[in-house]
């Protein structure tokens, strides 16, 4: 079989498992479970032999037009380079996991067939995307993952903030799309085609006539599918979702194809110094903002979220100062390791019956309870926060090498002024980074308090993924140094200065933040803090659904606890009430754009139903009044009916007479 044809099946069969296990999953559920691992599973191992194949060489391309158009024409085309077979793998190894996890931790979920086949289809879509190599074609795959992220994100529909999650995700992306809808059309006007070798070609001789705007009106589009500023606010709120549909879209989709986008486009967002200024500016205020909100957060998946938002910022940096081969590389590596720090914290959920850190705080022993989730999330942050030498540290020295050849004029495709701006970002994002892994991890592992009961090791499908997903986690940084083809044949590895300068702000952060934690909690005995309302003997699923609802009901918000023993709060300082809403961007967006549009929709219903309709029902009620007095006259009397007739002739003959007189007269 051809490598063309296998790379055809790679996003197919993800697709053909979700039909079927929807035609399925009420009248044959014992093969839910198989339609939603197996063809996953085999669209994984195929991307592995796919990316084997192609094996960092030249680039493999196929086509066929997919439509006349009359103008632009849109062909059904592959593209396979190093970034795009690696990012595949990625892709199938992390929603693998993900359906296996999800058959215990949805285990006794009414809806686990929908579940299944919507994360079979958004890995499907992701799929679609990385392969496509037309525009057209890589938007149908963007559309239908924001579909599946809405119906996902609102899986537990009963709960208000699932509702309100899918609403805010769809929407916002939403907003995105729009001049990313846009910008696609100019693109294509511009260079005369769809496809994205074509557009490159296009773009190197010279062909492109707009490229600032283009460039911007791409980036709302990335901007809001990524999740970056300032289109980044979605993000926490989803994960009131289930806890593996925010892996899948952390790690693997969704937020990653906005990123993957501009890298497999980079050429045109270079033709423009002012596109790749604002590219920088974005990156840097998002790590550096999404830092110090996840230093301030409460529920130990939005400190997650918001260290998504950051990771992504590193990438859009690496992209800002031209190097898409240190983006890609944080983005696989990121994938792994994030996949992990989500599929653990779902297992540190599920046995705590809680996803405050202020709650887990108080508790002791929960490390001894869920060691697989305890050393699996140990490593997972260690590699979030760039220490060596796991995966993190080579690609985050990757993206701050890359900054610091542009920064210091040892590059030119990108000015020198994003260099510095991203060089200066990401060192301080390293401590911030560091900072709150470190308070994560002592919050929820070196709780002190009573212990609570122990209801056994978690289901192996849970915890067996962590450990798959934890040897790339280890391993994969180490691949650096010879893997450099793959991507556009740069060299990955660290040098000397940012290596140390990095790492050792990093472990300032984490040790200040240490510091504060010794200091802080003597007060945790003192204020008994509780959102523990969850049975954890009960189904992950449920646990989680009921863990949300509780935390609001016991602090008023999903994201904060007003926990004086939370080392967060002492290092933010004043800082820390505005860093826990996200700086109030949601109430300010709420001020700017959603009460002035309320606003217009009330008027636009008082001008239909009190203006529009008004005429509407007094042409109505004239024509019934009419009706009224012609019926009056129908009394079925044929002597009133001759009178009538013989009144009426009479009067038309007398006014006959009359005018004949008057012009007679004249």
């Known amino acids: 079989m051809t490598t063309t044809t296998l790379a055809a099946l790679v996003p197919l069969l993800p697709f053909l498992g979700a039909v079927a296990g929807l035609a399925l999953g009420r009248t044959a559920p014992g093969f839910v479970r198989p339609l939603a691992i197996l063809p996953t599973l085999t669209a994984a191992v195929l991307a592995v032999i796919v990316a084997v194949r192609q094996g960092g060489g030249r680039a493999i391309d196929a086509a066929t037009q997919l439509t006349p158009t009359g103008s632009v024409p849109i062909d059904l085309a592959l593209h396979l380079d190093g970034f795009a077979v690696l990012v595949a793998v990625l892709v199938g190894l992390v929603a693998t996991c993900v359906q296996l996890y999800s058959t215990a931790y949805l285990r006794d979920d009414a809806r686990y067939p929908s579940y299944a086949a919507l994360v079979s289809l958004f890995t499907s879509a992701m799929l679609l995307v990385v392969y496509s190599g037309d525009l057209m074609v890589l938007l149908v795959g963007w559309e239908i993952m924001g579909i599946c992220s809405y119906f996902l994100v609102g899986h537990y529909w009963e709960t208000p903030e699932a509702r309100a999650a899918s609403l805010k995700a769809f929407?916002?992306?939403?907003?995105?799309?729009?001049?990313?809808?846009?910008?696609?059309?100019?693109?294509?006007?511009?260079?005369?085609?769809?496809?994205i070798t074509k557009?490159?070609?296009?773009?190197?001789?010279?062909?492109?006539?707009?490229?600032t705007l283009i460039a911007l009106l791409l980036l709302a589009g990335v901007a809001g599918k990524s999740a970056q500023f300032p289109l980044h606010t979605w993000l926490p709120d989803a994960m009131a979702g289930p806890t593996p549909v925010s892996a899948l879209i952390h790690a693997a989709t969704m937020v990653a194809a906005g990123i993957?986008?501009?890298?497999?486009?980079?050429?045109?967002?270079?033709?423009?110094?002012?596109?790749?200024?604002?590219?920088?500016?974005?990156?840097?205020?998002?790590?550096?903002?999404?830092?110090?909100?996840?230093?301030?957060?409460?529920?130990?998946?939005?400190?997650?979220?918001?260290s998504t938002i950051g990771q992504l910022g590193y990438m859009s940096g690496a992209l800002a100062v031209g190097d898409r081969g240190a983006a890609v590389f944080h983005l696989i590596s990121h994938g792994a390791f994030k996949a992990v720090l989500f599929l653990a914290a779902g297992v540190v959920i599920h046995a705590a019956g809680t996803n405050s850190l202020a709650a887990m705080s108080r508790m002791g022993g929960l490390a001894r309870r869920v060691p697989d989730a305890f050393w699996t999330m140990?490593?997972?942050?260690?590699?979030l926060a760039a220490i060596p030498p796991f995966a993190g540290f080579f690609s985050k020295?990757?993206?701050?090498?890359?900054?610091?050849?542009?920064?210091?004029?040892?590059?030119?495709?990108?000015?020198?002024?994003a260099g510095w701006t991203i060089l200066i970002a990401g060192l301080l994002a390293a401590a911030l980074t560091a900072a709150y892994a470190t308070r994560l991890w002592l919050l929820a592992f070196r709780g002190r308090g009573a212990e609570l009961p122990d209801h056994g090791r978690q289901p192996l499908a849970m915890t067996s993924v962590l450990w798959v997903l934890a040897v790339p986690t280890m391993a994969f940084g180490l691949t650096a140094g010879v893997i450099g083809d793959w991507f556009d044949g740069h060299a990955l590895t660290p040098s000397l200065t940012t290596a140390v300068l990095s790492t050792g702000i990093g472990l300032v952060g984490g040790l200040v933040t240490y510091g504060a934690w010794r200091h802080t909690t003597v007060l945790a005995a003192r204020t008994p803090i509780g959102a523990v309302a969850a049975h954890p003997g009960a189904e992950p699923a449920l646990v989680e659904a009921e863990a949300m609802t509780s935390h609001t009901a016991a602090y008023g918000t999903v994201a904060d606890a007003a926990d004086p023993a939370d080392p967060g709060r002492l290092l933010l300082g004043p800082l820390h009430r505005h860093a826990v809403t996200g700086f109030h961007l949601d109430a300010l967006y709420t001020t700017l754009f959603v009460r002035p549009v309320q606003q217009?929709?009330?008027?636009?219903?008082?001008?239909?139903?009190?203006?529009?309709?008004?005429?509407?029902?007094?042409?109505?009620?004239?024509?019934r009044l009419l009706g009224t007095a012609v019926r009056r006259a129908q009394t079925g009397n044929v002597q009133t009916y001759l009178s009538v007739l013989l009144a009426g002739s009479l009067v038309l003959v007398i006014a006959a007479v009359v005018f004949a007189n008057v012009n007679a007269g004249s």
């Open 378 to 383: 140990t490593v997972a942050l260690l590699a």
């Open 171 to 195: 929407l916002v992306t939403k907003l995105g799309d729009v001049p990313f809808l846009i910008g696609l059309f100019a693109l294509a006007a511009d260079t005369g085609s769809f496809r």
């Open 260 to 306: 993957y986008f501009v890298a497999r486009l980079l050429p045109v967002f270079a033709a423009s110094g002012a596109a790749l200024t604002v590219l920088a500016v974005m990156a840097a205020v998002t790590m550096i903002g999404s830092g110090l909100a996840a230093l301030a957060q409460d529920d130990i998946k939005r400190v997650l979220a918001y």
């Open 199 to 211: 557009i490159l070609a296009a773009v190197t001789n010279g062909g492109l006539d707009h490229p």
């Open 600 to 623: 217009a929709a009330r008027l636009v219903r008082f001008l239909d139903r009190t203006v529009i309709d008004t005429y509407v029902d007094g042409s109505g009620a004239v024509t």
């Open 397 to 417: 020295e990757a993206v701050l090498v890359a900054a610091e050849h542009t920064a210091l004029g040892d590059r030119s495709v990108a000015p020198a002024a």
